[in-house]
């Protein structure tokens, strides 16, 4: 794996890491949810239609029902008069005319059956209104303003497939044919932890003298604020220092809530490396490198529920629930688009959904940029759009390539992706982007 020589020696390219984590994963079990809970979740059955959409012939206009062949002259020189014989309201089970004979006309309401013998409906605007006879100005062809049973949905018609992302379209037709909740795969909970000493709650003031090298954790926000994006349930936990016992106790009692852990910071090559330190010995975490820039250092694993580091010869040791783990940079932006390249596509499939990574689309590079031979580049960039205000045409690089700049990455849009042989690009150069903001689906 990776390259044999240069810079990217002895490294996992991004998309064998992706296959990697990917390989280790399932779908959640599924679990049936009211329609509104499972809102963008997948189905995960398939929904057959038990009833016809419509159920029954019914008007799709206020006015009269008629036989056409009574009112075939009808025009507005030469209107036809008509007998009104009743009234059918929507909500009327058998209706209040239960055959419509020759010669005459009901007044029916939007929704309302269609009383047998009636083959059309002449609208309120041909008429003059009438209650106990009508005068009609214009013949309607068979079947006008008529909504036929099963026309819509037909009894045994497939609703929705196995894996469908349930939208507000799909959950309307859900419920149009009577279901209340649909089998789903649920939102993942996802625990969020931040390692480093120096770090401090936003929000809380540092102090001259204690707090001089202290900086506020923005990454559990950044990555608990991107798994909620993403369809998960996230839970943010409290600063941890880096002392590998303090890890290891925060780590064992959020493993039994959780679906998935992911930590920022500790896994690089330093002294205080507290994940790395704390989980490398157990060997259910890979720790190693990437030939991409930003987020050379990843760690990936499935720890299991229970005292950590696994222990081996613990009898119940394979049949512990393991529960996935990614150890990500420390750095705001390595962090973030390794959430993008690795997280939030495991996510994704544990949901069911699919595509589970970003779209990425093609665009014209604004300036020209550099980058490191060996090492997949993900950049910051801003789009533009053509005219039609949804064609990607442009983009511009935002900032440089330092994994600390926050700032651009706020301000950017779409990763602009320069491959590993790839050592410079010059303006006008097309590039593939990978679209940040939208469903992303």
Request: aromatic share 4%; hydrophobic share 40%.
């Amino acid at each position: 794996m990776g390259h044999a020589d240069g810079p990217g020696a002895g490294l996992r390219t991004v998309d064998e890491h992706l296959v990697a984590v990917l390989a280790e994963l399932s779908p959640l079990p599924p679990l049936r949810q009211p329609l509104l809970d499972a809102l963008d979740l997948a189905s995960a059955e398939d929904v057959v239609a038990p009833l016809a959409l419509p159920r029954f012939d019914n008007s799709a206009m206020d006015g009269y029902a008629v036989q056409t062949r009574d009112v075939v002259s009808a025009a507005d020189d030469t209107p036809v008069k008509l007998p009104v014989i009743g009234e059918i309201g929507a909500g009327q089970a058998s209706g209040a005319v239960r055959e419509l004979p020759a010669g005459t006309a009901a007044k029916i309401m939007t929704g309302a059956p269609l009383p047998p013998g009636a083959d059309a409906v002449v609208p309120y605007e041909w008429t003059d209104r009438g209650a106990r006879e009508v005068w009609i100005a214009r013949a309607p062809e068979h079947g006008a303003h008529v909504r036929y049973a099963g026309e819509d949905v037909g009894e045994g018609d497939l609703l929705v497939e196995a894996g469908t992302a349930l939208g507000p379209r799909q959950l309307g037709l859900l419920a149009s044919v009577g279901r209340a909740s649909v089998l789903v795969r649920p939102r993942p909970r996802v625990v969020i932890v931040s390692t480093g000493s120096e770090l401090r709650a936003p929000g809380t003031p540092l102090e001259a003298g204690r707090d001089d090298d202290a900086i506020y954790d923005g990454n559990s926000y950044l990555l608990a604020a991107a798994a909620r994006r993403a369809g998960a349930v996230p839970y943010r936990v409290g600063l941890v220092p880096d002392r590998p016992e303090a890890f290891l106790t925060a780590l064992e009692d959020q493993l039994g809530r959780a679906e998935m852990v992911v930590t920022s910071g500790g896994i690089s090559m330093g002294d205080y490396d507290v994940v790395k330190e704390a989980l490398a010995p157990g060997g259910d975490v890979w720790f190693g490198g990437l030939a991409m820039q930003p987020g050379k250092p990843q760690g990936f694993g499935l720890l299991p529920v229970g005292r950590l580091p696994a222990d081996a010869d613990t009898p119940d040791a394979d049949t512990r629930r393991r529960v996935p783990f990614f150890a990500l940079p420390g750095n705001p932006v390595s962090s973030y688009i390794s959430f993008e390249m690795f997280v939030r596509p495991a996510l994704r499939r544990l949901m069911g959904l699919s595509p589970e990574s970003r779209p990425v689309v093609r665009a014209r590079l604004t300036h020209g940029v550099r980058s490191p031979h060996g090492r997949r580049q993900f950049l910051r960039g801003v789009v533009s759009r053509g005219r039609d205000g949804t064609t990607v045409t442009e983009v511009e690089p935002v900032g440089g390539s330092g994994s600390h700049l926050v700032g651009d990455l706020a301000a950017s849009d779409a990763l602009i992706v320069v491959p590993e042989d790839v050592t410079e690009l010059e303006a006008g150069a097309q590039v593939t982007i990978v679209l940040l903001d939208g469903d992303g689906r």
